[in-house]
């Protein structure tokens, strides 16, 4: 496995691999990784000939008061944990190489970002499309790898790529879990064992709003009014929004046709920002 910390050195690799005529995908990753990151990257080796993670803390993503400087950062175990999981190029640049100074373009998907998580973190996409462009134009992959843990920025990726006519291929992996229900995340570890209890609630709602649907309710108002009713049991627990929206263009919807919408939630355990989200 090689790590590359160069913009250069990548995008010279990457030719090279594709003059080869190498499948190139890529996982772009913030690092700390878990089992959800290796899943993505086991995904992308069953279809890639050259699996490339990207390891970058991307400060553009982050608000002004939010954790960039208390995110987790541990390039050697992550390094070893790629390799095992099958990835050939580590990408892991510096912050000065992906945004030297001067640094003054970005680019905005204007609409599916709003809802959700762009209320409470109005400049997050933002920074999410621009460093994924980036990505896309350093390493050209034909494919590239995304959790539906972070349903949105699914969404918002597949209408940048649609919109800038990107020819890459985005493909969403499942969500994994704890055995308990907990969705895999690194702000995981931030929790206590009693923060960690509560947080459990945020899967019973969705799964709860899940079962609704099968038994035949699809009139969102009364699934988030249940699922409210779940997070609402814990003192530890304060919802920042319980939405059931298309998951494509994140629109709210009246009525569930299933298999095309979400229930998604963001909550406060105490101090940590958790979000998860369910395909009805
Ligand atoms: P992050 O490092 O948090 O930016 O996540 C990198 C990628 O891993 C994103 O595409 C996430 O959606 C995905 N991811 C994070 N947690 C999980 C999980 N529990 N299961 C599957 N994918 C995940």
Redesign the pocket.
Known sequence: MQTLTSVFEMQTLAEDLRSKGQIIGL????????E??L??IRLAAERADTVVVSIFVNPTQFGPNEDFARYPRELGSDLDKCLSAGAAVVFAPSADELYPKGYSTYVQEEYISKPLEGVSRPTHFRGVTTIVAKLFNIVRPDFA??????AQ??AVIKKMVNDLHFTVDIVT?????DPDGL????RNRHLTNTQRQEALVLHRALQKAKSMVESGECRSDRLIAEATHLLGEHRRVRIIYTSVVDRCTMEPIRDVIPGKAIMAIAAWVDEVRLIDNIIL
């Open positions: 996982v772009p990753t913030m690092g700390a990784l878990h959800g990151h899943s993505l790898v995304f959790g539906q843990k972070d920025q699914v992996a499942p969500t994994l879990r969705a895999l995340s690194s």
